[in-house]
């Protein structure tokens, strides 16, 4: 059973950078395609980035060009680098498996517990 730890998440300025980790546990990490997502309070969910295993991304149109998902397989760690942070990405932000190599809408196996982002402005 994997599990998936979030961290890096606090409370920034507007314009500012944090950097999200996620770790994940048991094997065939570099299999799956990862993501992000997030939950503003009052909000349903919503995807924010992935990465397939072979290194393609697809990002939210609101933060294309701000925010960057990474891997590295040999550290099952899934990064996302926010810039420009705005107070509207005040949100949870959760990290998640996918169920195959690519990236399959709305098709994820597992979740993280999520880290809590807030952009003042």
């Known amino acids: 059973q994997v599990q998936l730890v979030e961290s890096g998440g606090g409370l920034v300025q507007a314009g500012g950078s944090l950097r999200l980790s996620c770790a994940a546990s048991?094997?065939?990490?570099?299999?799956?395609?990862m993501g992000w997502h997030r939950q503003a309070a009052g909000r349903a969910r919503e995807f924010v980035a992935a990465?397939?295993?072979?290194?393609?991304?697809s990002y939210l149109d609101s933060v294309k060009g701000r925010f960057t998902i990474s891997r590295d397989n040999a550290k099952n760690t899934v990064y996302l680098q926010m810039n420009s942070l705005k107070p509207e990405d005040t949100a949870v932000y959760y990290c998640a498996r996918g169920v195959s190599p690519d990236y399959i809408r709305g098709l994820w196996g597992a979740w993280g517990q999520g880290t809590q982002v807030t952009v003042s402005s």
């Open positions: 048991g094997s065939g990490f570099s299999f799956f395609a």
């Open positions: 990465m397939t295993s072979g290194g393609t991304t």
